[in-house]
């Protein structure tokens, strides 16, 4: 009952993780259909039957070597192999093998849900069970008892599943043969099998026997392997050798020849044959630097030094020596040498160091938060020189540390003061030792200290404000800027978060990434809130965790998204009653309007779009004035129906419309009847306008002739004299011409440009503007709205001579030229 509830809720979790589960056989060919999703999840059911859109599917790739690359699914759902199937190279022994893919399910561009499939490779029975070797032999003694055991290989089976992979062992051998066949299941889900003794067996009556060990699967078709075990029955080894002596102690002086033997061991074994006959060895328990110094005849049991041996390195060595006979099995026994060697040399000392924590060769690791005083390691320095040979004086140089003596020739390293690894995360020792022989020999040791971060450096911001510039309706998570905090610790103190938060609670229209990357998290309003100003908090992970704050100040740009709109006048229609006698200002009343926009955005024209056939009206575009355009007569008295419009500067540009209601009465004493012929001859060029256009061309053009002249004179001049009088010559144009003049403060110089208008035939004036900058000699800025100006100095003689040509073409005419009006 146990079994089926586990199981039953196996495959509870199992099918609430996935939404589909398919099968496939492995060795299917590339192309093999799995399953149709759509059909499979009912997918169109669920969708509105207004809705009927096609529905896309697509697989997931984390990338592109990834397992996602086994299937195929079509963009209509059906789902293929890609590849022939291998359970075996695809999964895990004695595992189901299965993968899992995610399908993104679209319409059009419309994101609906992720399915997770799960596709199962089932495996096939195509793999017998198999023995590492085809043929093992083992050997059992006469002697060994009942139930004596020898260990022999297990089986695998390479198929992946449970069922195909599962082998059951039968020992195939004849009814009388004395042995069985027992098997031990381990944890990893494998057998341990060992050939077991039922009875004792007697050489003399049988000395070899052959069996098999048959290993079948659970498969559909079963499949089977056998191991070949050929047993010999041999004669025991109950002798091990004996040594004449167990412990020996030698001595020898350091001049001892290394081609005569230290000493030789011998050992006695009673057995006869091969299990008599003895080799000698190092036991394990020698070690290898002992070994190394000293070399073993295998065959007669004699020690020699070897050639590397160090006289003086050591007083005594221990060597145990092992002799083993050539028996099945092999017995031996063990005896000690103590050699002792006479030092008679002067020898440097030697330095061993042992440190606290666990090193990495000559390089160990501390915590920078240790504390001055703590103990780091332990220097032994060994000589085993006599006299004032083997007297030995230490010494540590270093700022950190120190040593401080625990007895002869042993010392303890002490942090001196305090480390920080942020100034210092790796620190180079050295400890001199040397003794006070003659002459004196030293030996240096050196080690390494890598300084363990700890987290005790506070995270810091580059700077303390960050300011940034964002847009107004934007979507949410519109990139805003970037912040940057650093913290020189290591690990989990270095590891840094970010968060922010209003000091007043306020919730914030934006979100932080774990990188520092400010972003929106609602749509911004700038007509709301033009500017956010809050704070930011970095936290690294350490223990414990250290912060820091730094403000931001975000602006919100302004788009042009409100339209503008009258405040004057107030209404759609609106009614105003107007009267005119001849001493009335022409202006009328002002249009007001405004805008929620900010700056270039709410920068305001106005327009009159319909309602003024007689041209009567007109508005200023900037200030909104609405006045008379011309002369107002008895007859333009009545109603107007004027649409006026507002439009803002932004981009692209809105406006609003309103209609204003003007009622117009004129006074009795108001001038003549406006007529047709006065609009016909308001809209026909004058022939005054014709004259002024020919006259402004010929005063220009003698203008410009003037101008070239007097440069050429000027620029003569200067070849020979010298600026002395403080007087300025400007380079203009692209055909170099030059003007030149008096050094004089700023100043307007009021000239006639004769402006063609259809409306009007009135001269405009311009100005003509220098800029004297204080201290600049080499240039002088000209800023005017007509071409080139000739210098002032010689504009009296061309106004003159222009006045004189005006008044030539216009004697005869009677009319009034049309600078006399404007130039002064």
């Given amino acids: 009952m146990k079994i089926n509830l586990s199981m039953l809720l196996l495959f509870i979790k199992l099918a609430v993780s996935v939404d589909l589960t398919y099968h496939v056989k492995e060795g299917q060919r590339p192309g093999t259909f799995i399953g149709d999703i759509t059909a499979d999840t009912s997918l169109l059911d669920s969708i509105l039957m207004s809705n009927r859109k096609p529905i896309t599917f697509s697989q997931l790739y984390e990338r592109l070597n990834g397992n996602s690359q086994l299937f195929n699914v079509t963009k209509g759902g059906k789902l293929y ?33 992720i399915i997770e499939l799960k596709i199962i490779i089932v495996d096939d029975n195509d793999n017998p069970p198999e023995f590492p070797v085809k043929l093992i032999h083992l050997q059992f003694y006469e002697s060994d008892k009942k139930g004596t055991t020898k260990s022999i290989p297990n089986a695998m089976d390479k198929d992946v599943s449970i069922a195909n992979s599962q082998i059951t062992y039968h020992l195939s051998k004849d009814e009388d043969e004395p042995f069985g066949l027992s098997i031990l299941n381990s944890v990893l889900g494998t057998s341990k099998l060992k050939l077991s003794l039922t009875q004792e067996l007697d050489r003399e009556v049988k000395s070899h026997y052959s069996l098999q060990i048959v290993a079948s699967n659970g498969g559909f078709p079963r499949k089977v392997g056998i191991l070949k075990v050929e047993v010999s029955v041999i004669d025991e080894n109950d002798h091990a050798p004996v040594f004449t002596h167990n412990t020996n102690n030698i001595t020898i002086s350091s001049a001892h020849q290394r081609n005569e033997p230290v000493i030789t061991m011998f050992a006695d074994d009673l057995d006869a044959g091969e299990n008599g006959n003895v080799s000698y060895n190092f036991n394990l328990k020698t070690s290898s630097l002992t070994q190394s110094y000293f070399n073993i005849n295998k065959n007669t049991g004699e020690i020699f030094l070897n050639s590397n041996f160090p006289f003086g390195k050591r007083q005594t060595y221990n060597l145990f020596i092992d002799a083993t006979d050539h028996g099945s099995p092999p017995l031996s026994s063990t005896a000690i040498v103590l050699i002792n060697v006479l030092n008679q040399q002067n020898n440097a000392p030697r330095i061993d160091v042992k440190f606290v924590s666990k090193s990495d060769g000559n390089v160990v690791s501390i915590s920078e938060g240790v504390k001055v005083g703590s103990f780091i390691a332990y220097v032994k320095v060994i000589d085993n020189d006599s006299g004032h040979n083997g007297e030995v004086d230490c010494i540590l140089n270093h700022d950190k540390f120190m040593l401080q003596s625990l007895g002869k020739n042993k010392y303890k390293v002490v942090i001196k003061s305090l480390v920080n690894r942020e100034l210092e995360s790796h620190m180079d020792l050295s400890i001199v030792c040397e003794d006070k022989g003659f002459p004196s020999l030293k030996t240096e040791r050196k080690f390494s200290i890598d300084v363990m971060d700890v987290n005790d450096v506070q995270p810091y911001f580059t700077k303390s404000t960050f300011k940034f510039l964002t847009y107004e309706n934007e979507e949410p998570n519109f990139p805003v800027g970037f912040i940057n905090a650093t913290d020189p610790d290591l690990g989990l103190g270095g590891q840094l978060s970010y968060s922010l938060f209003d000091e007043h609670g306020y919730v914030l229209p934006f979100k932080i990434s774990n990188f520092g990357f400010i972003t929106t998290a609602q749509s911004l309003d700038h ?37 503008p709109y009258f405040t004057f006048p107030s209404i759609k229609l609106f009614n105003i009653d107007v009267h005119y006698h001849p001493q009335s200002k022409s202006d ?83 001038a003549r009847m406006y007529t047709a012929e006065d609009t016909e001859s308001d809209n026909r060029i004058h022939i005054n306008l014709m004259i002024i256009i020919v006259v402004a061309a010929v005063i220009v053009s003698v203008a410009i002739v003037v101008s070239v002249i007097v440069c050429i004179v000027h620029k003569r001049n200067q070849r020979h004299t010298h600026f002395n009088l403080n007087k300025k010559c400007i380079k203009q144009g692209r055909r170099s011409r030059y003007f030149c003049e008096q050094d004089s403060p700023k100043y307007d110089i009021p000239i006639t440009v004769v402006t063609d208008s259809v409306n009007s035939a009135h001269s405009r004036s311009a100005s003509l503007r220098r800029d004297t900058h204080t201290g600049d000699n080499s240039s002088t800025n000209w800023n005017t709205s007509t071409t080139e100006i000739p210098h002032p100095s010689y504009l009296q003689e061309i106004h003159q001579t222009s006045e004189l040509l005006k008044k030539s073409q216009f004697q005869n005419t009677g009319l009034v030229y049309p600078g006399q009006h404007y130039l002064m």
């Avoid at 602006?555 to 998204?561: A, I, L, Q, T, Y």
């Avoid at 327009?607 to 909104?624: A, H, M, R, S, W």
């Avoid at 008379?628 to 419009?645: E, I, M, P």
């Fill in 81 to 113: 192999t890609t590849h022939t199937f291998d359970a075996e190279s695809l999964c895990k022994y004695n595992s189901e093998c299965s993968r899992i893919i995610e399908i993104a399910v679209q319409q059009e561009e419309t994101f609906l849900k």
């Fill in 527 to 563: 007509e709301k809130q033009d500017m956010y100003e809050f704070k930011a908090i970095v936290k690294d992970n350490g223990e414990p965790r250290l912060s820091n704050t730094a403000n931001v100040i975000v602006e919100v740009m302004d788009k042009n998204d409100n339209a």
């Fill in 588 to 670: 009328i009343t002002t249009l007001r309007a405004s805008d929620r926009d900010s700056h270039v955005n709410s920068f305001l024209r106005y327009e009159i779009l319909g309602g003024n056939d007689k041209q009567l009206f007109t508005v200023n575009p900037y200030t909104g004035v609405l006045s008379f355009s011309r002369t107002v007569y008895q007859n333009d008295a009545g109603s107007y129906n004027l649409k006026l419009a507002v439009k803002d500067n932004g981009t692209p540009v809105l406006s609003t419309t309103t209609t204003l209601s003007l009622t117009l009465t004129v006074s009795n004493t108001t």
